[in-house]
């Protein structure tokens, strides 16, 4: 009986530390696998705090451009009395092609023809930035919410609208 009494708690000492470590062994499994969610929910919060820092950086630069293009108030160089010289340094620091550089300088009216282009270019830019923040919100939409996605493409529907209406203005 003595031996029988030791055997079995041996037994049931043995079983008890297999179900010890089983239960660790599981415990330890869900730890990691909690860690690993908790993980990807930070890492996929953090791309939309940084997709949505730059896409709203994108809509400002956008918003000012239009502003900018659209404004009654607009200011333009003397070009009338400058020198050749002058004429093209400004000219080259606002990255205009060397055709139209040319063109300015043989015009009578200078003034007139700068404002004329001027307004193209300017509407190259914002054409450009637009596209460029309509394409990163296209390339990162996995990141936003739906209804911040949304937001966002609706701005900018509404930024192709004035900006068609504005431009058929002038």
């Keep these: 009986m003595f031996l029988g009494k030791k055997w079995l708690e041996k037994k049931f000492t043995e079983s008890l530390e297999e179900f010890k470590h089983e239960q660790q062994k599981e415990l330890e499994d869900t730890r990691y696998k909690i860690y690993y ?13 940084d997709v949505l820092s730059t896409a709203w950086e994108k809509m400002q630069d956008v ?3 239009v502003s900018s293009l659209v404004s009654v108030l607009q200011q333009y160089p003397d070009l009338n009395n400058r020198s050749e010289q002058i004429v093209r340094e400004i000219l080259d620091g606002q990255k205009w092609h060397d055709l139209h550089i040319e063109e300015l300088l043989k015009s009578s009216d200078r003034n007139k023809y700068y ?3 001027i307004f193209w270019y300017r509407l190259t ?10 394409d990163y919100i296209s390339r990162n939409r996995i990141f936003l919410r739906k209804d911040l996605k949304d937001l966002f493409v609706k701005a900018g529907d509404k930024g192709v609208e004035k900006l ?4 058929s203005l002038c």
């Design 37 to 49: 969610l908790f993980n990807r929910v930070l890492k996929i919060q953090e791309k939309e705090f």
């Design 63 to 65: 918003n000012e451009l």
């Design 115 to 117: 404002q004329d282009k």
């Design 125 to 134: 830019d914002v054409k450009k930035s637009f596209m460029n923040f309509r």
């Design 164 to 167: 068609s209406s504005e431009a």
